[in-house]
Each structure stands twice: as C-alpha cells, then as structure tokens.
C-alpha cells in the first residue's frame, strides 16, 4: 500500500474511530486500526466487537494495499505534527513507514486478515434524525443511564418509535429522563415493517456516547437502519455500527403522573443557583435538600442543613397554582433535572412529598405560558 493525503483528513480519521480501541490482552488486534485502500480513498476502521467504526477520506492511490497498526502509538504520532504537510504513508512486510515534512516513523503492525469483520449495512436507512436535536438530546440522556451492571438494560437508553418520533428515556431508578424527538422517513417501507415487528429498541450508552462524540455542529442528518439487532448510524462521512442492548426496558410511562396538584413556574437560573449552594451545605452521606413551595407567598423556599457544616436558606420568587408542597431531594439529581431544561423558566409539577416531582421546559410567547412535554425528568424525592 502506498497512498498521499492530507494531514487534517487523516488527524480527524484517527479521532474518530480509535476511541472505540480498549485494551484485549486476548485479541491484541483490537488494540489495532485497519487501513485499506477501496474504490480511489483510503478507509479507516476500528472496532472493539461491540461498537464498530469506518469512515472513507480522499487520498492519491499509488499502491493497493491494506495493514493494521496500533490506534495509540499512530494517533499519539500524528497529533503531535506540525500542521501544513500532507502524509504519506507506505505498507510492506506488515510495517507501515508514515512520513510528514521531516517527520518520519516505521510502525510495526499486524496482518489485515486477523482483523476481525465489521457488519455492513445490507439496505437502505430507515429514518433520520436532526443533528442538532440529537445533539442537544443524548448528552442529557447519557447522565441518567445506570452505571449498575446488574441491570444490563438500565446500561441503554430506550428508542420507543411512533410514526413521526422517537421517544428516548434513560433511567438509573432514581430519575428517568424522556426526550421525544422527531424523525424523517428515509424509506416508509422499511420503516413501516420494521415498527409492525416492534417499536422499541435499546441502544448502548457507549454507543450514544461515540455517535455524540462524531457529531459536528455542520451535522444536518443523521441516518439510521435497524438490521438483526444491529443498528446503524451514517454521521457525515463516519459509519458506527453496534449491538442492541438484549431485554425487556422498564414500562416507565407508567411512573410519569399524569395530574399534579401543584404547578411551579420558576426562573431556571435562579433554582440552579439555590440548589448548588445549597448542596455545600448537606451531608456527604444523605445529601438533603428540603424545597418548599409556598403557594400564597408566590415563592420557593430552599434548605439544607448538617451537623459538620451549617445550614443555609435560599428564598427565590416563582409562580405557583395549588397547595403549598415540601419535598426533599438529593441535590445532584436536581441540578441534572435543571440542567437539561433549555429555556429560561421551568416547570416544577409534585403531588406529596413522597411521589415522584416532574421538570418540564415552559414555553412563553407575550403573555401566554405552556409547559411542553417534549422532555419530561422524574425525579424520585428522598422520603422521610
């Protein structure tokens, strides 16, 4: 193989695909990535038989050829050139000479033919998502998966697919977050028979977390197929392939109230900033913080307290309808509720101190006032 292509092109390959490369002390090939020549580019892939990775860049083919090199030892090279030169890169007895400007390596790598099979896609993609909104979505999904392996499918988030969206949950049984997001039909076809067999699916965290990772803020679509518990996501120019997540996902809508005997509307920031200071103040053990809705007084009154610290008192403005509430939460799962609302003000909706409290975006045109479900966390509060 001998081929010339930019540096840029190559640095962003590398990037792209090796952070799917773990450690195998039993397969030390996936400690590799594959490069090969096909159809006049050069395709880079990596894959840790879980989660697998390809993308195509242009380069000038003079040779043929295919080799696998360690992902670490290449990337740490090429992200240490200065910028300017292109790369040319040359294979031959299983050695791979990689030269910029004056900057030249031989690295040692392994036979293309130990590399083990990334699935290819057999169709079309079914659907697609927008970049922007998946974007916005999967950062705040992914902090409320379950770190707990004992619970393989709480280790996912939900996709629950309707005609026109998605419904993406993730749960750690302590809060559930609920985006919906809306889908473009890539092939009504496909689609329609794939949600006639089923319209749930749940995808690896790691998964979301290397499709997060690609996405560029120049991302306009995002095209996904579904293929014999495999799924598909085609971001730019980057294929990650990947497994479903095996089993049967809590049935969480049923958790979500649907009444509330008390709505808030509050300032955002102001409710982030009376629950982080309040969190200095709790105990490292219990982490308490005692909300007070006082629906007369129109506010919120925040506290928190121990033995080893002090006690603070926070008390913010806010529009509240029904009876007065007083909950106890832990704080972080609070500030992670806040944190995912993207408009100014937010909902706070609670029916007794020991059910579960609801976060929801409000929106606001002149003197109208909605609070939208389009993303719904539930937040279980800490019972006396």
Same mark, same amino acid.
């Given at each position: 193989?001998?081929?010339?292509?930019?540096?840029?092109?190559?640095?962003?390959?590398?990037?792209?695909?090796?952070?799917?490369?773990?450690?195998?002390?039993?397969?030390?090939?996936?400690?590799?990535?594959?490069?090969?020549?096909?159809?006049?580019?050069?395709?880079?892939?990596?894959?840790?038989?879980?989660?697998?990775?390809?993308?195509?860049?242009?380069?000038?083919?003079?040779?043929?050829? *295919?080799?696998?090199?360690?992902?670490?030892?290449?990337?740490?090279?090429?992200?240490?050139?200065?910028?300017?030169?292109?790369?040319?890169?040359?294979?031959?007895?299983?050695?791979?000479?990689?030269?910029?400007?004056?900057? *030249?390596?031989?690295?040692?790598?392994?036979?293309?033919?130990?590399?083990?099979?990334?699935?290819?896609?057999?169709?079309?993609?079914?659907?697609?998502?927008?970049?922007?909104?998946?974007?916005?979505?999967?950062?705040? $999904?992914?902090?409320?998966?379950?770190?707990?392996?004992?619970?393989?499918?709480?280790?996912?988030?939900?996709?629950?697919?309707?005609?026109?969206?998605?419904?993406?949950?993730?749960?750690?049984?302590?809060?559930?977050?609920?985006?919906?997001?809306?889908?473009? *039909?890539?092939?009504?076809?496909?689609?329609?028979?794939?949600?006639?067999?089923?319209?749930?699916?749940?995808?690896? +965290?790691?998964?979301? +977390?290397?499709?997060?990772?690609?996405?560029?803020?120049?991302?306009? /679509?995002?095209?996904?197929?579904?293929?014999?518990?495999?799924?598909?996501?085609?971001?730019?120019?980057?294929?990650?392939?990947?497994?479903?997540?095996?089993?049967?996902?809590?049935?969480?809508?049923?958790?979500?109230?649907?009444?509330?005997?008390?709505?808030?509307?509050?300032?955002?920031?102001?409710?982030?900033?009376?629950?982080?200071?309040?969190?200095?103040?709790?105990?490292?053990?219990?982490?308490?913080?005692?909300?007070?809705?006082?629906?007369?007084?129109?506010?919120?009154?925040? *506290?928190?307290?121990?033995?080893?610290?002090?006690?603070?008192?926070?008390?913010?403005?806010?529009?509240?309808?029904?009876?007065?509430?007083?909950?106890?939460?832990?704080?972080?799962?609070?500030?992670?509720?806040?944190?995912?609302?993207?408009?100014?003000?937010?909902?706070? $909706?609670?029916?007794?101190?020991?059910?579960?409290?609801?976060?929801?975006?409000?929106?606001?045109?002149?003197?109208?006032?909605?609070?939208? /479900?389009? $993303?719904?966390?539930?937040?279980?509060?800490?019972?006396?």
């Amino acid at each position: 193989m001998k081929i010339i292509c930019t540096q840029e092109n190559f640095k962003k390959a590398i990037y792209n695909t090796e952070r799917v490369i773990g450690k195998q002390a039993t397969l030390p090939i996936l400690e590799n990535i594959l490069l090969e020549t096909e159809k006049g580019m050069l395709k880079i892939s990596a894959t840790n038989l879980e989660i697998g990775v390809f993308l195509k860049i242009g380069a000038k083919i003079e040779k043929e050829g *295919k080799i696998t090199i360690p992902a670490k030892l290449v990337s740490s090279f090429v992200n240490n050139l200065p910028p300017g030169d292109n790369i040319q890169i040359e294979a031959s007895d299983q050695v791979l000479k990689i030269r910029s400007g004056g900057y *030249k390596a031989n690295i040692k790598g392994l036979s293309a033919q130990e590399f083990p099979i990334i699935p290819e896609l057999g169709d079309e993609f079914m659907f697609s998502f927008s970049g922007e909104e998946l974007r916005e979505a999967l950062p705040k $999904l992914l902090t409320c998966v379950s770190l707990d392996g004992t619970r393989p499918e709480l280790g996912g988030v939900n996709f629950v697919f309707s005609e026109d969206k998605v419904s993406m949950a993730s749960t750690d049984s302590f809060r559930l977050l609920e985006i919906k997001v809306g889908i473009k *039909k890539e092939s009504d076809e496909r689609f329609a028979a794939f949600i006639s067999k089923t319209n749930s699916i749940i995808i690896p +965290a790691n998964t979301l +977390a290397e499709v997060f990772r690609v996405i560029s803020l120049e991302t306009k /679509d995002i095209k996904v197929a579904i293929e014999e518990n495999q799924i598909f996501f085609q971001i730019d120019n980057v294929r990650i392939v990947s497994r479903l997540v095996n089993g049967k996902y809590p049935e969480y809508k049923q958790i979500i109230p649907k009444n509330f005997s008390t709505k808030t509307i509050v300032g955002k920031e102001e409710l982030l900033r009376a629950v982080k200071i309040a969190s200095f103040f709790t105990s490292n053990k219990s982490g308490e913080v005692d909300l007070k809705l006082i629906s007369k007084e129109g506010k919120i009154e925040i *506290k928190a307290e121990s033995e080893e610290k002090g006690e603070n008192k926070t008390e913010i403005k806010a529009g509240i309808e029904g009876g007065d509430q007083e909950i106890i939460f832990n704080p972080r799962y609070i500030i992670d509720g806040i944190n995912s609302i993207s408009t100014p003000r937010l909902a706070l $909706l609670a029916n007794s101190a020991a059910s579960p409290a609801v976060i929801r975006m409000v929106q606001e045109k002149e003197e109208e006032i909605k609070i939208v /479900d389009r $993303l719904t966390y539930v937040v279980m509060p800490i019972k006396n």
